[in-house]
């Protein structure tokens, strides 16, 4: 149980496009879902925080209008990132709780911006 | 502020070398500590929440216990499977639940 997916597992674009990752709580309703970002040797950094049906709050330093989330239901929610630039690339991981409020992290997205 | 510290940072073992990797923590009220395992290019995978001073839990090789300040995850008898970065993080009071991690140690077990 407490399976999280994330889809693309890997994704290049061009500079100034924009890119949606979704991330899934496969087998549990997520009550809430959170998005880090993580350079290479580094440790997590959260970006934002969101709950179902409400708007995402984010991290201090997160621009809202570049790092879009939308949490439309229960099991799905979705970063988009806007007008990507290379220093965008990263490794993105979102996490979902459920009812124990215990976080499960999907596997990561890598994103390249060329 | 709440605060995590891992340490060491790094970590290299023989096989079968038991070792503690350190997690301290100040947090105004803890909800839960958690102890999750990295691989490269993964995402972390869970694998112990402790709620109160005193707590001890076991997973195969691996046994995590709690104090009011820091927490230890001991590896018994590691095997190289077993080498990968380990994550501590403190969950808060609040409504956010959000996590606030530590740096993490980076284990390598040697055959």
């Known amino acids: 149980g407490a399976v999280v997916s994330q889809h693309p597992s890997r994704v290049i674009c061009k500079s100034g496009t924009s890119v949606k990752i979704e991330c899934r709580s496969l087998?549990?309703?997520?009550?809430?879902m959170f998005w880090y970002r993580q350079f290479p040797k580094q440790s997590l950094m959260l970006m934002a925080t969101?709950?179902?049906?409400?708007?995402?709050?984010?991290e201090q330093g997160v621009e809202k209008d570049k790092f879009l989330i939308n949490h439309a239901s229960l099991t799905l929610s979705t970063l988009t990132v806007t007008s990507a630039h290379p220093e965008d690339s990263s490794f993105y991981i979102c996490?979902?709780?459920?009812?124990?409020?215990?976080?499960?992290f999907g596997p990561g997205t890598r994103l390249t911006v060329t | 502020e709440d605060q995590v510290t891992q340490s060491p940072e790094a970590l290299r073992l023989q096989e079968g070398e038991s070792s503690s990797l350190n997690c301290s923590y100040t947090?105004?009220?803890?909800?839960?500590l958690f102890w999750y395992r990295q691989d490269p290019g993964k995402g972390p995978e869970f694998l112990f929440t402790?709620?109160?001073a005193g707590e001890e839990k076991e997973k195969e090789r691996l046994k995590a216990t709690l104090t009011k300040k820091e927490s230890f995850l001991h590896i018994t008898a590691p095997k190289p499977e077993d080498s990968a970065t380990y994550l501590c993080?403190?969950?808060?009071?609040?409504?956010?639940?959000?996590?606030?991690f530590g740096s993490g140690t980076r284990l390598l077990v040697r055959p």
């Open positions: 087998d549990f309703q997520a009550t809430t």
């Open positions: 996490s979902a709780t459920g009812s124990n409020y215990e976080q499960y």
């Open positions: 402790l709620y109160s």
């Open positions: 993080a403190v969950q808060a009071p609040g409504s956010s639940y959000k996590l606030i």
């Open positions: 969101s709950n179902e049906g409400s708007k995402a709050t984010y």
């Open positions: 947090v105004s009220g803890l909800r839960g």
